[in-house]
């Protein structure tokens, strides 16, 4: 069987893209989430590799899809592989397991450096991101700028100020949507907004 893998970050995000990908490749079954793509803790992820066997394939858009974080994106092409389970990565052609099944030698070799290469790339970009993140409100907090401790709202606040906090969380990992959060918290809808930028933030 052909499985397809298609993830974003968070429920803001949209999966048409990958999805439309996928089923042109004709997937049979295809699997979707938004969850950080920090580690391999996706329920979603986890119920279609328990049902992968034996000379299935596994479709997915790019290597950031699967994980960002390089050792665990090796740790698992490695377990997926050694099952006989096949690998295609769309936007990198030379990524496809089935090509190399009867090059036991350079077809390989090329796949893993290409793999190994790639992956660091994917952690890379991450602590990129984040790097320019905390550069971005240090300069900013220099010039007077940044307004981060006027925050009353914020996973170290304390007493009321943290049990809202904690409600809106919820909500949204619940999937609520802002105006129903502003309806249940009284809250303003540019503060929950503000919650939720941060919390997508910490799981980039």
Sequence with gaps: MIFG???VSSVDQNLDRQLKELEAFRCEKIYSEKKSGKDFVRSVYREMRSKMRFGDVLVVHDLSRFVRNKQEILNEW?????????????NMPILDTRKYKELAGVGQ?????VLTLLSWMVEEE????????????????ERGAFKGKSRKYHAEAKGKDSLIYNVVVQLLKQN?????IHRETDLAR???????????????
């Design 126 to 141: 991450r602590n990129r991101i984040k790097t320019a993140q905390r550069e971005g409100i240090a300069i900013a907090k």
């Design 109 to 113: 070799l090329v796949s893993d450096l």
């Design 5 to 7: 893998y298609a993830r």
């Design 190 to 204: 540019n503060t929950i907004y503000s919650i939720k930028r941060q919390l997508e933030i910490d799981k980039t």
């Design 78 to 90: 490695k377990q997926i592989t050694e099952d006989e389970i096949d690998i295609v990565v769309l």
């Design 176 to 180: 609520e949507s802002v105006v129903n």
